[in-house]
C-alpha cells in the first residue's frame, strides 16, 4: 500500500532535517523551484487533493481566489489548531514529521508567490510548537526557507503562533483574528479571506495534513496521487480512531477505504467483546451513523450520500451501553462552552441545547423536550455567520433521528436507563 | 445602476447597496438589530435573513449587496419562521424586565416581539443565565448586561466613531457580556449616543433614567444649540418640559450623534427660566402684561434717542439667536433706532472644549449667521468700550450674559446704561441688572434657523408655544419695533426668513423649502 505521509513516522530521527534530507526530503521542494508556479497549482488540481480540515474544500480551486494581480502581499497560514474533538492526526505530523509540512509550506508558497507563513498552532500542543520551531530553525540553517531559498530570489518567512485554547480559532476566519491579536471571532463573509484575509491581505487557510501532502504530489504527480482515492477525492487520509477499539490510533489509509475495515481491521474492532452501537465518523460535529451503516467508504462523497461527512477524520466508536443522550449532552456541554457567543442562533441554541439535554438526562425531561430539541436546531442550522452552530445541530439531529428510543425512554421512564446523572 | 426584484418589486440601487438598505427605500422594513447605518457591518444578530434565489440558505441582508438581476424575498413563511426564531433565541435568556426598564416604550425587542414573535415562552425561567445589572460604567451611561443582546453596536461605536474602545465582550456562549476593562470607565464625551444606539435597555441614559416612560414624550426636530456644529436632533418633551435630546441623522453634519455636553442643554429650557415680562422702575420690580412691558422698553428706547441722540443707543444681539431674530434685531438698530451701534456678544465656552469630530470651540449655535447677516464681533467690543465711556445712555441687550463676563463685570457695566432691556430665556446677570425683561422662547418653544460654523443654514421647529409668559423673539422685535412706528407686516419665521432671503446676498435664493429637514450652505457653497 502506498503511502504519502508516515513512511517514517517510525524512525525517531525522521523529525530532522537531515535524517528527512537522507530520506528523500526537499527533493520535491528543488523540483518545485524548476516548475512554473501554475504547472505546481495544475498539479494539485489534478491531485484531487481536498481539504483535510474538515471541509473538504479541493486546494487547487481554493488558492486559485486569491486577486490576479500580486499589488498586494499574500499569505498562507496553517491551520494546526486541531480541536474537532475525535481528531489527532495534525499533531502526529508536527511531532513526526515536521519536514514534510515545511516543505509543503515552502512549495505552496513558492507556487502562490506568498512571503509570508503562519503557523497557527493550539495552545495545547507546547511541545508541538517547540518541534515545529526547531524544525524551521534547522530549514532556515540549510536554505528551504528564509531569504533566497535553495539560491532562488525567492524569499520565505515563516512564524509559528500559538493559539490560547479556544474551538473556536480553528474556524479559518476567527484563526486570522485571533492571528492578528484579537478575539477570536468568525468575521462576516463576504469579503473572504483569499481577498481579505489576515492583516486585511489575501490569504490562504490551510490544514497541516492537507500541505503536508504537497511534496508529495509535487515529487509523484498529481494524477498519481489522485489515483490513490477515489474519483473526486485523491490521496490517503489520516484517519483517527477513538473509543474501546482494540488499537486507538491515527492509521494512513487511502481515501475510499471502508469505514468498517478502519474500525474492525485497522483498529482491531472493539475491546472486551463490545459490539457496536455507533460511529461518529469524521470528528464530533458530523452526523453519527448507526452500526449497521458502517458499509461506507471513507471518503467525502460517499459519507455525504448517507446524510454524514468524512470531516476531520476522527471516528469516534461508541459501544453498545452507552447511553445517546448522555452523550449527545456531552457534545451539546462542548458546543456550549465552545461557542464564540457572536450569533444569537449559536450563543443562545447551543446552551438552550445543552440545558434541556441535560435535564432529559436526569430525568427531570418535560413533555415535548425533544421535539423542542428539533425545533431549536431548526432554528440555528444554517443561520449563522460560522458552521459552529451546524456542527452542534448535525449531532444533534442525527442523534435523535437515529435514536429517538433512547430520548423517549428518558422522558417516559423519567431517569436515565443506564443509571446516569450529571 | 444595479437592479433587483424585492418582493416582486423592481428596485434600482446605486453600485454597492445592501439589500437592507435598499429595502429601506422601497419602504419595505427588514427586522435587524446590529446593523447601524452609520458603523460596519457585523452581521452577528441574524435578524435580518432574507431569501435569495440560487441561495440555498438564508442571507443576511445586512452584508448582501445587490447585483444585477438578484431576486430577493423577504415576505415568504420560511424567511418570517426564521426572524421569529431568531427572536425567540434572542428572549431566552433576555430578564423580561420590561416594568422596570426605561427601554420600554422604544425597545427593539419589544418592537419585534409585537411584529414578528408573539410566541409562548418555552424556557424554563430558572434555566436563564444571569449577569450584572446596573453597572455604573462612567459617562452618562448605566450597563445592565443581562439585557444585552450582544448585537456589539456599542462596542463598534466605541471602535470606529470615538476610536476610545472602553467597551469589549468577555466570556464565551451563552455567558457572553458586555463590560468595560477593570477600572476603565467610558472616557469620552460622547457616550450618551451608546444609550440610543442600544435597541435595547442594556445602555441607558443616566440622565434620563427614570424621568419619564417614554410613550408620554412627544418630539420635535431640532438643532442643538450648545455649539456651532449645529447637531441635528430631536428634542423630546412632555407638556411643556423638555426630557431629552436625541441626534437626528444628518451625514453631513453629525451623522447619527452628539455630544455629551450637548446631550443636556435641554436642561437651560426647564431650569431658571424668565417666564414673565418684569419691569423695574424707581428701584422696585414689577411682572408686567407683555403690552405695557413693550410700551415701556419702546418708551424708554425713543425718549433716550430724542433726548441724546441715536447714538446713545445700542443693540447687543446674540449668536444663540435665530437668523430670523438677527435680521430683525439688526433691521430694529439700523432702521427703527437708526443707531450704528449693533455687535453681537459672543458666548465662548465655559469648559473650552473641542475636537476635531463635533465639538466646536465656539459655543454658540448661529455666530456664522450673525456674521453673514453683517452683525460683528467688534462692534460688540465697540459698545463696551462706549458703554464704558458712559456714552450709551440705552440698551437692548439678546441673551443671558455678556460674552464671557464674569457676572460682577456685567453687573458693573450695565450699572453705567441708564437704561437697559432684555430679551432673553434664563435668569444670569443681564436680568438681574435689566430695566425691562422681556422673555423669550426657547429653542424648543419656537422655529427659525441657525447657520453653522460650515455656514449650513439648519431649521429647527417648535415644539410647544413658549412656556408661561414667554414669547417669541420675533413676536418681541415686532412689537418693539411698531411701537416705535416701524410698521412691519413680519407675521412668523417664515415671513422673517423671505425677507432675508430677498435681502441678503448669502442666503439669496432659499428658502425653507429648499432647505428641507438637512439644511444648505449658504451662498451656495462651503
Ligand atoms: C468551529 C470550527 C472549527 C474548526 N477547527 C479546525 C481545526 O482545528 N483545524 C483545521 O484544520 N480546520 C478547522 N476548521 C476548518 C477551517 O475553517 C478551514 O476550513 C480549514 O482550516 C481549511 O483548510 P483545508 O481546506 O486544508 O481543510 C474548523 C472549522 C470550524 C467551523
Ligand atoms: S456560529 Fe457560533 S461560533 Fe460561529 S460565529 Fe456564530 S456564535 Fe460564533
Ligand atoms: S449593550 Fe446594547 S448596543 Fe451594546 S451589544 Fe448589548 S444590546 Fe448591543
Ligand atoms: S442586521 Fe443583519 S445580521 Fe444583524
Known amino acids: 500500500m502506498e503511502l504519502v505521509l508516515t513512511t517514517h513516522f517510525g524512525n525517531e530521527r525522521y523529525r530532522f532535517a537531515e535524517t528527512y534530507e537522507q530520506l528523500g526530503g526537499y527533493g520535491a521542494l528543488r523540483k518545485a523551484l524548476s516548475m512554473p508556479k501554475e504547472e505546481i497549482v495544475a498539479e494539485v488540481r489534478k491531485a484531487n487533493l481536498r481539504g483535510r480540515g474538515g471541509a473538504g474544500f479541493p486546494a487547487g480551486v481554493k488558492w486559485g481566489f486569491l486577486p490576479k494581480d500580486l499589488s498586494r502581499p499574500r499569505i498562507l497560514v496553517i491551520n494546526a489548531d486541531e480541536g474537532e474533538p475525535g481528531t489527532f492526526k495534525d499533531r502526529l505530523i508536527m511531532t513526526r514529521g515536521p519536514h514534510l509540512l515545511i516543505e509543503g509550506i515552502a512549495i505552496t508558497c513558492y507556487a502562490l508567490e506568498a512571503h509570508t507563513c503562519y503557523v497557527y498552532i493550539r495552545g495545547e500542543f507546547v511541545r508541538e510548537a517547540e518541534i515545529v520551531q526547531e524544525a524551521i530553525d534547522e530549514a532556515t540553517a540549510k536554505g528551504y526557507l528564509g531569504k533566497g531559498i535553495l539560491g532562488t530570489g525567492f524569499d520565505l518567512e515563516v512564524t509559528v503562533h500559538l493559539g490560547a485554547g479556544a474551538y473556536i480559532c480553528g474556524e479559518e476566519t476567527s484563526l486570522i483574528n485571533s492571528l492578528e491579536g484579537k478575539r477570536g471571532w468568525p468575521r462576516v463573509k463576504p469579503p473572504f479571506p483569499a481577498s481579505v484575509g489576515a492583516f486585511g491581505l489575501p490569504t490562504i487557510v490551510n490544514n497541516v495534513e492537507t500541505i503536508a501532502d504537497i511534496p ?144 432529559i438526562e436526569n430525568g427531570q425531561g418535560r413533555n415535548g423536550d425533544v421535539e423542542l430539541i428539533l425545533e431549536v436546531c431548526d432554528n440555528m442550522l444554517g443561520r449563522t455567520i460560522c458552521p459552529l452552530a451546524d456542527a452542534a445541530v448535525m449531532p444533534a439531529q442525527s442523534f435523535i433521528w437515529k435514536f429517538r428510543e433512547e430520548f423517549d425512554g428518558h422522558l417516559r421512564e423519567k431517569k436515565c436507563p443506564y443509571g446516569n446523572r450529571f | 445602476m444595479p437592479n433587483f426584484t424585492l418582493n416582486g418589486i423592481s428596485v434600482d440601487v446605486p453600485e454597492g447597496t445592501t439589500v437592507l438598505q435598499a429595502a429601506k427605500t422601497v419602504g419595505i422594513e427588514i427586522p435587524h438589530y446590529c446593523y447601524h447605518p452609520n458603523l460596519s457591518i457585523a452581521g452577528n444578530c441574524r435578524m435580518c435573513l432574507v431569501e435569495v434565489e440560487k441561495f440555498p440558505k438564508l442571507q443576511i441582508a445586512c452584508n448582501t449587496v445587490v447585483t444585477e438581476g438578484m431576486v430577493v424575498k423577504s415576505d415568504t413563511e420560511k424567511v418570517r419562521q426564521a426572524v421569529t426564531g431568531v427572536l425567540e433565541l434572542m428572549l431566552i435568556n433576555h430578564p423580561v424586565d420590561c416594568p422596570i426598564c426605561d427601554q420600554a416604550g422604544e425597545c427593539g425587542l419589544q418592537i419585534y416581539y409585537m411584529k414578528y414573535g408573539l410566541h409562548k415562552s418555552r424556557f424554563a425561567f430558572e434555566d436563564k443565565v444571569h449577569k450584572k445589572k446596573v453597572q455604573d460604567i462612567g459617562g452618562q451611561i448605566v450597563l445592565d448586561a443581562e439585557r444585552c443582546i450582544l448585537c456589539s453596536r456599542c462596542i463598534r461605536f466605541l471602535q470606529e466613531v470615538t476610536g476610545t474602545s472602553e467597551l469589549e465582550f468577555f466570556r464565551r456562549g451563552d455567558h457572553s457580556e458586555i463590560s468595560i476593562f477593570p477600572g476603565r470607565p467610558l472616557d469620552n464625551q460622547y457616550t450618551g449616543n451608546l444609550a440610543d444606539i442600544c435597541p435595547v435597555g442594556a445602555l441607558t441614559s443616566k440622565d434620563f433614567r427614570f424621568k419619564c416612560r417614554v410613550w408620554f414624550l412627544r418630539g420635535t426636530r431640532s438643532i442643538c444649540p ?131 469630530f463635533l465639538i466646536k ?145 448669502p442666503f439669496a435664493g432659499m428658502s425653507y423649502e429648499s432647505l428641507g429637514e438637512l439644511g444648505q450652505i449658504a451662498g451656495g457653497k462651503g
Open chain 1, 216 to 359: 508529495w504530489i509535487v515529487t509523484h504527480g498529481g494524477e498519481k496521487f489522485a489515483s490513490l482515492g477515489v474519483e473526486k477525492d485523491g490521496g490517503t487520509r489520516l484517519i483517527c480512531v477513538s473509543g474501546p477499539v482494540k488499537k486507538p490510533g491515527v492509521y494512513e489509509l487511502p481515501v475510499g477505504t471502508s469505514l468498517r475495515s478502519i474500525i474492525y481491521e485497522h483498529a482491531g474492532g472493539l475491546r472486551d467483546g463490545k459490539a457496536l452501537k455507533a460511529v461518529i465518523p469524521g470528528g464530533s460535529s458530523t452526523p453519527v451513523l448507526r452500526a449497521d451503516e458502517i458499509d461506507v467508504g471513507f471518503d467525502i462523497e460517499s459519507m455525504q450520500k448517507i446524510g454524514t461527512m468524512a470531516g476531520s477524520g476522527g471516528v469516534i466508536v461508541i459501544p453498545e451501553g452507552t447511553c445517546m443522550v448522555r452523550a449527545l449532552s456531552v457534545l451539546m456541554n462542548f458546543y456550549a462552552h465552545e461557542s464564540c457567543g457572536q450569533c444569537t442562533p449559536c450563543r443562545e441554541g447551543c446552551g438552550w441545547l445543552a440545558k434541556v439535554l441535560h435535564r
Open chain 2, 361 to 505: 470651540a465656539d459655543k454658540n449655535p448661529n455666530t456664522r449667521g450673525a456674521q453673514l447677516l453683517g452683525i460683528s464681533e467688534e462692534k460688540f467690543d465697540d459698545i463696551v468700550r462706549k458703554i464704558e465711556g458712559g456714552e450709551v445712555k440705552a440698551l437692548l441687550v439678546f441673551g443671558n450674559e455678556l460674552a464671557d463676563f464674569p457676572g460682577e463685570r456685567t453687573a458693573e457695566l450695565l450699572s453705567r446704561v441708564p437704561f437697559v432691556a432684555q430679551v432673553g430665556t434664563n435668569e444670569g446677570a443681564v436680568s438681574l441688572a435689566a430695566h425691562a425683561v422681556l422673555p423669550s422662547a426657547s429653542f424648543v418653544e419656537r422655529g427659525g434657523t441657525f447657520t453653522n460654523h460650515a455656514g449650513r443654514v439648519q431649521r429647527f421647529w417648535m415644539g410647544f408655544p413658549p412656556r408661561g409668559n414667554a414669547r417669541g423673539g420675533i413676536e418681541i422685535l415686532v412689537g418693539l419695533a411698531n411701537r416705535l412706528g416701524a410698521g412691519w407686516t413680519f407675521a412668523g419665521e417664515a415671513s422673517v426668513f423671505r425677507a432675508i432671503a430677498r435681502s441678503e446676498a
Open chain 2, 226 to 356: 450648545g455649539c456651532a456644529n449645529g447637531c441635528n436632533v430631536e428634542a423630546h418633551f412632555k407638556e411643556d418640559i423638555v426630557y431629552r435630546l436625541k441626534p437626528r441623522r444628518n451625514d453631513d453634519v453629525n451623522r447619527t450623534w452628539m455630544c455629551d455636553p450637548g446631550r443636556l442643554e435641554y436642561k437651560k429650557a426647564n431650569e431658571a427660566r424668565l417666564l414673565t415680562p418684569v419691569v423695574r422702575e424707581n428701584g422696585g420690580l414689577k411682572a408686567e402684561a407683555w403690552e405695557a412691558a413693550l410700551s415701556f422698553a419702546a418708551f424708554r428706547l425713543w425718549e433716550t434717542v430724542e433726548a441724546h441722540g441715536a447714538a446713545s443707543v445700542a443693540v447687543i444681539a446674540s449668536p444663540a439667536f435665530s437668523n430670523e431674530e438677527l435680521y430683525l434685531a439688526r433691521k430694529l438698530a439700523e432702521e427703527v433706532l437708526r443707531t450704528p451701534n449693533v455687535g453681537f456678544s459672543p458666548r465662548s465656552s465655559g469648559n473650552g472644549l473641542s475636537d476635531d
